[in-house]
């Protein structure tokens, strides 16, 4: 049970710091919201729905034939750990999220998905952080992967919608103290991921 918990709390606080945390996605999210309506919105904030599979089973499978290598698995662990520190540190230092007036531009769900494709970010953290962790799951129940998966894509999915639902009523949202706090709380929690990321990458190589 407990094992089951961590990974899909795992997945749940990676998809909120990704749905929350400023972004092209996320700028597309708003801007479609404000030059239409919330609806709009919510059909960009579903785009890593569509296009995270492809990366997702490259990823995995790349991971998954060198998981059997200690010295390849510690340094894309302290790849991932750099990555969290970075995501983390960003989130802390939160002040606020900008719309500039140029981003106002009507957005599709078709722009959504090509501006996912194109951040670089889903690439780094499914290389380094998610597809390991499916792994491990996977090594300690089939089911868990599934969990983690769950968590991370219905959390980040949610964040993005809330942000639209909220952004509809209020565009002051995107500065209020709330909003930045969140941020800033979730940066905590990944720095503390990263430090468990670094831990594990030094005992795949022997270091500690």
């Not at 999220?97 to 970010?121: R, V, Y």
């Amino acid at each position: 049970m407990t094992s089951l918990m961590n990974f899909l709390l795992t997945g749940v606080i990676f998809g909120l710091s990704a749905g929350f945390a400023p972004g092209p996605l996320l700028t597309l999210v708003i801007s479609e919201t404000l030059q239409h309506n919330t609806k709009e919105g919510i059909k960009v904030a579903v785009a890593p729905l569509i296009t995270d599979l492809p990366i997702v089973l490259f990823t995995i499978l790349i991971i998954s034939r060198l998981s059997t290598v200690d010295i390849v698995l510690g340094v894309i662990s302290i790849l991932g750990a750099a990555f969290l520190f970075f995501l983390g540190f960003e989130s802390l230092f939160f002040r606020g999220f900008d719309i500039k007036e140029d981003l106002k531009k009507p957005q599709s769900l078709k722009k959504g998905i090509i501006a996912n494709f194109l951040n670089p970010h889903p690439y780094i953290f499914w290389l380094s952080i998610g597809a390991p962790t499916v792994i491990k799951a996977h090594q300690v129940n089939a089911m868990f992967p599934v969990l983690y998966l769950g968590g991370f894509y219905c959390s980040i999915v949610a964040a993005k919608i809330i942000l639209a639902v909220f952004v509809a009523k209020s565009k002051h949202l995107l500065k209020s103290k709330l909003y930045i706090y969140t941020n800033r709380f979730l940066g905590i929690l990944l720095l503390l991921f990263a430090v468990l990321f670094l831990k594990e990458g030094l005992e795949y190589l022997n270091v500690i």
